[in-house]
């Protein structure tokens, strides 16, 4: 097969893309009151998550789940497993909003086999679940409790976006043809 690499870009539309999230994200130091911090989280939810996340899940994520590797482990996996472990806000998210993190369908089908995919996905849905819940309170909750949640968010992102660009894109890479590649990406960029 002529495969993919990391330089495809596939991956390099998508680091592009978490750049945008991370010069988003530091405008939290700039926000001063509720209003601040609602923009800013109406604009995370657009870009972030109706369109980076979605897609990664929907395009990505569904294309890798078909290649058999993905479900046999191996030294990336473990120290993508290792990172999670140490940064896993899962259950803070949960504490906050009160209940567990709801997955969409498609997350569910991808999370059937526990396979290395199942990191990112918790780190999306805890992330979108804890921006729903910000917005939907922020209007009627103190500005420093809503910048203390929005600020779990940005660190959420921030360490979901490294592990991403320095391991499961790689990961991606190795398991993508280079054709593959070329696809997803034309339906991506079709898709913005
Ligand atoms: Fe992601």
Redesign the pocket.
């Known amino acids: 097969m002529n495969q993919a690499t990391i330089s495809h870009p596939l991956f390099q539309q998508l680091v592009k893309e978490q750049s945008t999230i991370i010069d988003l994200l530091a405008q939290l130091d700039l926000c001063e009151n509720n209003d601040d911090l609602k923009k800013l989280s109406l604009n995370l939810q657009t870009f972030a998550e109706i369109q980076?996340?979605e897609k990664?899940e929907r395009l990505l994520f569904t294309t890798i789940y078909q290649n058999q590797k993905i479900h046999e482990g191996g030294p990336m996996c473990s120290l993508y497993f290792d990172l999670h472990q140490f940064e896993n806000r899962k259950v803070k998210v949960e504490q906050i909003i009160g209940r567990t993190i709801k997955h969409t369908h498609q997350q569910a089908m991808l999370l059937k086999n526990r396979t290395p995919l199942v990191i990112?996905i918790e780190?999306?849905q805890s992330g979108r679940d804890l921006l729903a819940y910000i917005l939907e309170k922020v209007d009627h909750t103190a500005f420093a409790i809503n910048k203390i949640n929005l600020e779990l968010y940005k660190n959420i992102q921030v360490n979901?976006?490294k592990k991403?660009a320095n391991c499961l894109y790689h990961m991606c890479a190795g398991l993508l043809s280079k054709d593959t590649a070329d696809e997803i990406l034309a339906e991506w960029i079709k898709d913005t």
């Open positions: 980076h996340h990664e990112p780190e999306h979901h976006i991403e």
